[in-house]
């Protein structure tokens, strides 16, 4: 049977997004072809679903070495392992404690970012292309907004402030991206530490 | 059949598992955003791979198992944190960074990437993330999240054209 071209831009998404990962048949990918020869549009949508790939890869996972106690072949020292879990854990508990007391971070810091909205299933977004956007750019806006806050807990300032200006920048309608109070916990921050270190020379 | 035992220490089976811990750990990350639960989300599913008499499937048979479990558990996490929100939130490391500009420009992209990924509901996010950052096959995909090949294959679609649309701005600024 030959192939033929989907009849809805549902239809077309799927055929193309599965067409760059190499998910159809031989006889798919060859009928696909053939018409995206003729066709500008969706040689074009085609390139953009690539390049929304290489863009996703720039965004890395940290480097992490697996525990040696984790695995079923040391199972031996996974006890050790644990109880080295739970010393360390009680050292940097003691760390955080040190470090809490000092430039009384729960008075700057809230206790929780702002909650991002409740996408919890594709079925939220089975609604108008508009209406689906304008969610999932709410839902990213607070994704940077928790980013920030975060920044600021870990007294990281330039970070922040760079962060604060790239989600004014990008997301200015959302509700996170016009939150002020952002602006004056980084000011906070900022004047606290600064208190901190003259104190401690 | 690799019927290679826990107690042979050393072996293929170990060393090859070895191998999914990073990918188990990025998925983990990437669904929650926190790398201490991701840590920890990891560790769990390893440790109970090490108790299961699963492994004896194989080395393909276990990865999906421990993407299974830790897949559930990051869900389950997830799932809290909406009830109980918690401060603790990843930062995304940019993959090139040259000079401090170039870093800077890097680092703002790989933010707004992981923004956008966050923002996905959970079922597109977790196909997406488990093709574009772990390779995996559809097919693969469909057995981890336990739905039909065909939901695999529109979630991932309507994932990439969500992408597409909040990350035009960065797309624009490779063209």
């Known amino acids: ?201 | 059949m690799n019927m290679q035992h826990h107690d042979s220490p050393g072996g293929p089976f170990w060393d090859a598992i070895d191998a999914h811990y990073r990918a188990v750990f990025g998925f983990a990350w990437r669904m929650t955003g926190e790398r201490t639960v991701a840590e920890d989300v990891t560790q769990e599913a390893f440790a109970r791979l090490a108790q299961s008499a699963l492994r004896d499937g194989g080395v393909e048979e276990s990865r999906r198992w421990v993407f299974v479990v830790a897949r559930n558990l990051c869900i389950s996490h997830l799932r809290r944190r909406t009830r109980h929100p918690e401060t603790e939130l990843g930062h995304g490391l940019p993959a090139r960074a040259a000079g401090p500009a170039d870093a800077m420009a890097a680092n703002e992209r790989a933010a707004l990437v992981q923004a956008a990924v966050h923002a996905l509901p959970v079922d597109m996010r977790e196909a997406i993330v488990l093709r574009e950052y772990e390779g995996l096959s559809y097919e693969a995909i469909a057995s981890i999240v336990d739905c039909p090949l065909g939901t695999v294959k529109s979630r991932i679609a309507r994932a990439r054209e969500l992408l597409r649309h909040q990350l035009r701005n960065v797309l624009e600024m490779d063209e």
């Open chain 1, 1 to 201: 049977m030959s192939w033929m071209p989907p009849q809805t831009e549902e239809g077309w998404n799927e055929v193309l997004s599965a067409y760059v990962d190499g998910e159809l048949s031989f006889e798919e990918t060859a009928g696909l072809e053939g018409y995206l020869a003729t066709d500008t549009v969706r040689q074009n949508q085609v390139r953009e679903l690539r390049k929304v790939s290489a863009v996703m890869s720039e965004w890395q996972a940290p480097d992490i070495r697996p525990p040696e106690a984790v695995l079923g072949k040391r199972r031996s020292t996974w006890r050790r392992f644990q109880w080295g879990q739970l010393a360390a854990g009680f050292a940097a508990g003691i760390a955080v404690g040190l470090f809490a007391a000092s430039p009384s971070r729960d008075a700057v810091i809230p206790a929780s970012p702002p909650v991002p909205a409740a996408i919890t299933s594709s079925s939220d977004v089975a609604m108008s292309r508009d209406r689906a956007d304008r969610l999932v750019r709410e839902s990213a806006a607070e994704a940077l907004h928790g980013q920030i806050v975060q920044l600021l807990a870990d007294r990281k300032i330039d970070q922040a402030e760079a962060r604060l200006a790239l989600l004014q920048r990008e997301y200015p309608d959302t509700r996170a991206g016009g939150d002020t109070g952002l602006i004056r916990m980084l000011d906070q921050v900022r004047e606290r530490v600064r208190l901190f270190e003259r104190r401690t020379g």
